[in-house]
Nanobody
Framework: QVQLVESGGGLVQPGGSLRLSCAAS????????MGWYRQAPGKQRALVAS???????NYADSVKGRFTISGDAAKRTVYLQMDSLKPEDTAVYYC????????????WGQGTQVTVSS
């Protein structure tokens, strides 16, 4: 079992920045991917950014050049640096870890609200 605890959400003006953190309750071995997803009211949850065990990253087109995902293995934490925020970035952001097993196992955090508004 892996518990994920997110922090760093809040209210920010358009053009501002926030950094989200996601701390895992234990070290994770093997192959896995950690990611940030978001869900706006009335919309499906969608991938924002992910980082693989080897460090390769992937971003949704809507956040490329503005968001940066990174990880600190020693702290068992993954971060999402969000710059140049737009009102359309407003959503609940969820941390996820997928363990590549047979079958794969997903763990989710409780979510943190990000609101971009003037």
């Amino acid at each position: 079992q892996v518990q994920l605890v997110e922090s760093g959400g809040g209210l920010v003006q358009p053009g501002g920045s926030l950094r989200l953190s996601c701390a895992a309750s234990r070290s994770i071995s093997g192959m896995y991917v950690m990611g940030w997803y978001r869900q706006a009211p009335g919309k499906q949850r969608a991938l924002v950014a992910s980082i693989m065990t080897g460090g390769s990253t992937n971003y949704a087109d809507s956040v490329k050049g503005r968001f940066t995902i990174s990880g600190d293995a020693a702290k068992r934490t993954v971060y999402l640096q969000m710059d140049s925020l737009k009102p359309e970035d407003t959503a609940v952001y969820y941390c996820n870890v997928r363990l590549f097993l047979r079958p794969n196992i997903d763990y989710w955090g409780q979510g943190t609200q990000v609101t971009v508004s003037s």
